[in-house]
């Protein structure tokens, strides 16, 4: 199950991949803006941080199918290693699906919000689909459920492509597409470190070491023979 930082930000990539077994970074148009940095610069640098191999996923701006495509293959000729370009759920768009996976161009189909956009995206050819999980919550929907829809929906008719849960707020939506048998997820640095961040740990840690300091005097095992 793949697990993917959703940010630009070079220090938090930075620390997430040196810590975490991480699969790739997303970007979008907005994330990439919050960094202020030009952006071709901006995707070299996260591609210096994570190697040629991690996926690094970039998003099209234009509104049809071939300012897309004309995006998606700059992209692709701009930026080493594995690219992928997403390419948001409108009819442009999995027009642009379609024309890409002629050309052998990987693409993530986004914004995506029901089952059968997802299915539309697979069946033109996306590699990726992104259900955006706390979007749909907050128009009353149900994200994990939608993912979990999706899941069968893929499973039941052979569909070879993978879902990249997105849009997340908190760990319970992570935990909950996990459960519904999501392919990876795409998170934001605080949520990925969130995911071990808990305070109990933390505490139990601390008596163990404790313990062990009181008897032996060291905060190492590596003891000398005597000890
Ligand atoms: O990768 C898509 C994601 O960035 C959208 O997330 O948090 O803006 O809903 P959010």
């Not at 379609?98 to 069946?123: F, S």
Request: hydrophobic residues 45%; negative net charge.
């Amino acid at each position: 199950m793949r697990l993917v930082i959703d940010s630009a930000n070079i220090e938090s990539i930075k620390k997430l991949v040196e810590y975490f077994p991480i699969d790739g970074v997303t970007t979008n148009p907005s994330i990439v803006v919050k960094e202020q940095k030009p952006f071709l610069p901006l995707l070299k640098e996260i591609r210096a941080v994570i190697g040629e191999e991690k996926e690094l996923f970039a998003q099209t701006i234009a509104g049809d199918a071939e300012g897309m495509g004309e995006e998606a293959r700059w992209l692709c000729e701009a930026v080493s290693g594995n690219v992928v370009v997403k390419i948001p759920v409108t009819m442009e768009g999995i027009k642009a699906i379609k024309m890409l996976k002629a050309e052998g161009i990987r693409t993530l189909a986004t914004t995506v919000y029901t089952p059968m956009n997802a299915y539309l995206a697979a069946k033109a050819g996306a590699d990726y689909v992104a259900p955006y999980v706390n979007r749909i919550d907050n128009l009353t929907g149900n994200g994990a459920k939608v993912v979990a829809e999706i899941t069968e929906i893929f499973s039941k008719h052979n569909l070879s492509c993978e879902i990249l849960a997105a849009s997340f707020k908190n760990v319970q939506q992570i935990h909950n597409v996990c459960l519904a048998g999501s392919h990876g997820i795409t998170a934001s640095p605080e949520l990925i470190e969130a995911l071990v961040n808990i305070p109990s740990i933390e505490d139990n840690v601390k008596a163990f070491r404790q313990d062990w300091m009181g008897q032996y005097g060291e905060g190492s095992l590596i003891l000398s023979e005597d000890k």
